[in-house]
């Protein structure tokens, strides 16, 4: 179980939840090789992906809204991965939450010495997000993968979870986001 630290306010992030600091690398399965067939391209796949395009298609017609219309989910889910493999997820409101609500939140993670270096972006195309803006100005409205960059050092102190099923069994029964 991960520790929680009082980190952020709850005025800055507004959305009751459980921070979850896990390392998913450590449930590795065996990595299996395929048979050179398995990657030649034949009728039947040719079927599959026209059927998939069309009823894509057909699902875009339906669901398309001008972009004006569309709706803001009031939360979103972040997960950040930090440069050892290790992920921190958490909840935070869309309309009152900010970036620097994110990097104040990542930051209560890390030493005091390497707080400072902290750099969160999103990749590929590796985009830095800026502070000082609201998560609607930054674009991070829907749940997002960030990446915690520079030199930077997690506390010694945290509990990481290692059984990733006890990650999704939290996420799901709405410990982990709300």
Do not use: C, W
Not at 73 to 90: E, M, S, T
Not at 144 to 163: C, F, K, R
């Amino acid at each position: 179980q991960s520790m929680k630290l009082d980190i952020v306010d709850d005025e800055m992030k507004l959305v009751e939840s459980k921070p979850i600091l896990f390392n998913p690398g450590s449930n590795k399965t065996s990595a299996v090789e395929e048979s050179d067939e398995f990657f030649e391209f034949n009728d039947r796949d040719l079927k599959l992906m026209l059927r998939d395009l069309h009823k894509i298609s057909e699902r875009e017609l339906r669901l398309k809204k001008p972009e004006k219309e569309k709706e803001v989910p009031k939360q979103a889910v972040f997960r950040i991965r930090f440069p050892n493999g290790v992920f921190l997820q958490d909840v935070f409101n869309t309309s009152t939450a900010s970036t620097d609500s994110l990097y104040s939140f990542v930051r209560g993670y890390l030493t005091e010495d390497s707080a400072d270096n902290l750099s969160l972006y999103q990749a590929p195309p590796k985009k830095i997000i800026k502070p000082g803006l609201s998560l609607l100005e930054a674009g991070l409205t829907t749940t997002t993968l960030l990446h915690a960059g520079g030199p930077i050092v997690m506390q010694p102190e945290l509990a990481v979870s290692s059984d990733t099923a006890d990650v999704e069994k939290t996420v799901v029964s709405g410990v982990g986001g709300q």
